[in-house]
C-alpha cells in the first residue's frame, strides 16, 4: 500500500486522521439520487445533487467489527482500477 503522507497544503479538516489498514464494507442504505446534470459526454456524465448518500460502514477495530453510519462526502477514482471513498461519520 502506499506510504500516507501528510498534504502539503493547508489543513481543512475538522479531526486528526492516523494511518490504518483494515477490513472495510459499505452499505448504500436505500439509494436513489435525483439531481441536474452540469455536463454530459459519450462516456459519463457529471450531476449534482443536495440529497446526501447515506452509508453504513462496518469497520474493524482491534479486530472487531463495528458498525457506523454516516455520509459519502467524496468518491474518487484512483491510479488502476482502484477507487477511493470518503465516510463522515454520524456524531
Excluded: C
Excluded at 454530459?40 to 457529471?46: F, I, N, Q
Excluded at 458498525?67 to 468518491?75: E, F, K, S
Amino acid at each position: 500500500m502506499d506510504d500516507h503522507k501528510p498534504s502539503t497544503t493547508g489543513e481543512r479538516r475538522a479531526s486528526n486522521r492516523v494511518s490504518a489498514e483494515s477490513r472495510v464494507r459499505l452499505f448504500l442504505d436505500g439509494l436513489e439520487l435525483e439531481g441536474r446534470s452540469e455536463n454530459l459526454s459519450d462516456r459519463g456524465v457529471l450531476f449534482y445533487t443536495d440529497e446526501p448518500v447515506r452509508v453504513t460502514i462496518e469497520l474493524e477495530e482491534d479486530g472487531v467489527m463495528m458498525r457506523r453510519t454516516g455520509q459519502l462526502t467524496r468518491l474518487q477514482s484512483m491510479r488502476g482500477e482502484s477507487t477511493g471513498w470518503a465516510v463522515e461519520f454520524d456524531r
